[in-house]
Structures are given as structure tokens and as C-alpha cells.
């Protein structure tokens, strides 16, 4: 969770100014204030996305504490958001993230309260885990999220992203498990995700031991990212074309997909299946799959059809 020395990558990107914290608020579909942010800015760029963007450019959209709340919120929110059928995640500013803001966060990690060994190592497994939510929100949303990376992708990025459904990045991205270059093994994430994203179990034991820099050709090989853009500009564009692919099909079909896949990878082939089997034998039973035929019959693109909400 410790994900990056934050000095060492102002150091990298140094010339940004540094931030007076500005509140970003979050508008709702109908275009009225949903709810206030000082980390996220959410926008509605089409109809049923939401775009999430990380929003601290001046100090490299680095992790502070309100970020780690503000991320359960807005997540929590979108998985009970009927307008919502896909996510974008992306970052503003020169880069993605630089991961935990260490400055902001020391005094509420490495000087955890208790008054003996047994209540510190109990206040701290509480923050630790408390933290670990902020991405596996990420993961139980029922909304396919889609991440957009540009630049570097540090520590606490690379626990974000492996918590994602689908990755993309820059051609000038470089993603780093930094953890180990400050003395603790990564808590939020990473080390259990990194495994079952990277086909490779001794690459992902390189980038983790080593602290080394995966740079975007490497990322995309390994299975890190799936696809590969010149610039940010065009990542956005082809974020958005993706998720508005994705917001076009039927919500009960694009939902039950991604919740069964994460089950899938966790479990056997047979448990699998078995839950595949007791899931449908519900959502079998919408329109949905007669309206998604009739188009398929009539040679009409899923996107022309007007699905319910879900």
C-alpha cells in the first residue's frame, strides 16, 4: 500500500506547481450536482459511461487520504447507478498516478495507535484492509471498467489497474510494482491480482522483487494491456469507442459477463460452470435475448436496440 516515494517522482516530473486542493463535483446524467470530490472529477461523456479521472495533476494524481475514501464512494455509487452500463477510468495531467502520496499518508500508516503490540498490529490490519477496499470496489462493480494509462502508472497504480476489467495504455507508459524499494511488500492488491493478469508467474516475481520498469511494448506482450496508443488523445477516443461498444449491449448480458468471469478465475472449471448454471437459469428469462436475436436476424447492430435499465 506504501506504493511510491512520492519525492523521487516529483523529482522525474518536477515543474508542476504544487496543488491548493480545488473540489471537483460530480455531475449526475441529468446534468444537476451529484456529489463533491477533491481527488475524482466524473463526467458523463456519452450516454450510459461514466468517466472517472483521477484529479490531483499538480502532485501526479498521487493517493492521499481522501482519495482512498472518495474511490469506495464513487464506486459504490456507479454500481447502483442505472444510467451508468460502463466505466473509463483515466488520470489528468502529465501522468496516470505516482502512486500513495507518502507525505499526506505517513502519519496514518507508520504510526498506527495502540497502546501494546497486540492493539497496533489490530489498527493497523484494520487501515490496511480499509485500504484494500478502495480497488476491490473497483473489482465488484458490476460495471466493466476500462483504464486508460498514460505515463507512468506507479505502486498504487498498478494495484487500480490489476483491479480493472480491461487495460489500456501509451506508447510512452512505464508501469513500476515500487514497494519493495521502500521496505514493505505490496497490501492492496497487487501481489494478488499482478499473477492472475500476467500469463508469466516468474515475470511478475521480476517486477515485484525488483522494483524494475515494465515500459508499454513489455506491458502489452505480457497481457498487462491489451492494446497500445501513440498518445493520450487517442486512448480517450479509443477508450470511449470501447465502452460505448461495451454500453450497447444488453446490461443484464455485459454484467453477468464480467461478475462470472471474476468468479471463473477464482474458482475450477466445475464451480465455475456451476454458478454459470444457476445464474442463467435466472437471467435467461429476460427480453433481452429475444431483442438481441431479432437484431442479429435482421442484420441490425446490438446498439440500435433501446434495452431496460438495470
Not at 110 to 116: E, I, R, S, T, V
Not at 186 to 196: S, Y
Request: include cysteine; aromatic fraction near 6%.
Amino acid at each position: 500500500m506504501l506504493s511510491v516515494i512520492v519525492r523521487s517522482a516529483l523529482t522525474k516530473y518536477r515543474g508542476l506547481r504544487l496543488p491548493s486542493q480545488s473540489v471537483v463535483r460530480a455531475m449526475s446524467s441529468s446534468g444537476g450536482p451529484a456529489s463533491a470530490y477533491t481527488t475524482l472529477a466524473i463526467s458523463h461523456p456519452a450516454e450510459s459511461i461514466t468517466h472517472v479521472e483521477l484529479h490531483r495533476p499538480e502532485k501526479l494524481n498521487a493517493m492521499n487520504k481522501a482519495f482512498w475514501s472518495e474511490m469506495v464512494d464513487c464506486f459504490n455509487e456507479i454500481a447502483g447507478d442505472p444510467d451508468c452500463r460502463v466505466v473509463v477510468v483515466s488520470g489528468a495531467g502529465k501522468i496516470f498516478t505516482a502512486g500513495i502520496d507518502l507525505m499526506d499518508m505517513a502519519s496514518d500508516v507508520l504510526q498506527p495507535q495502540g497502546d501494546d503490540t497486540a492493539r497496533i498490529s489490530w489498527n493497523l490490519r484494520q487501515k490496511i484492509t480499509k485500504y484494500q477496499e478502495t480497488f476491490s470496489v473497483i473489482e465488484k462493480c458490476p460495471k466493466p471498467v476500462v483504464v486508460a494509462v498514460h505515463g507512468a502508472c506507479i505502486g498504487g497504480g498498478v494495484d487500480l489497474i490489476t483491479a480493472c476489467d480491461i487495460r489500456l495504455c501509451t506508447q510512452d507508459t512505464w508501469f513500476q510494482v515500487k514497494e519493495v524499494d521502500i521496505g514493505l511488500a505490496a497490501d492492496v492488491g497487487t501481489l494478488q491480482r499482478l499473477p492472475k493478469v500476467i500469463g508469466s508467474r516468474s515475470l511478475v516475481n521480476e517486477l515485484a522483487l525488483t522494483a524494475r520498469k515494465m515500459y508499454a511494448d513489455e506491458a502489452k506482450s505480457s497481457g498487462l494491456v491489451s492494446r497500445v496508443f501513440p498518445d493520450k488523445e487517442a486512448m480517450i477516443t479509443g477508450a470511449l469507442e470501447m465502452a460505448g461498444e461495451i454500453a450497447g449491449r444488453s446490461p443484464v448480458a455485459v454484467q453477468g459477463t464480467k461478475i462470472n468471469l471474476i468468479y471463473a478465475r477464482d474458482h475450477s472449471v466445475a464451480e465455475g460452470l456451476d454458478y454459470m448454471a444457476t445464474w442463467n437459469m435466472s437471467m435467461l428469462q429476460t427480453q433481452d435475448v429475444m431483442k438481441s436475436a431479432q437484431a442479429a436476424m435482421e442484420k441490425k447492430s446490438p446498439k440500435t436496440i433501446a434495452f431496460s435499465k438495470l
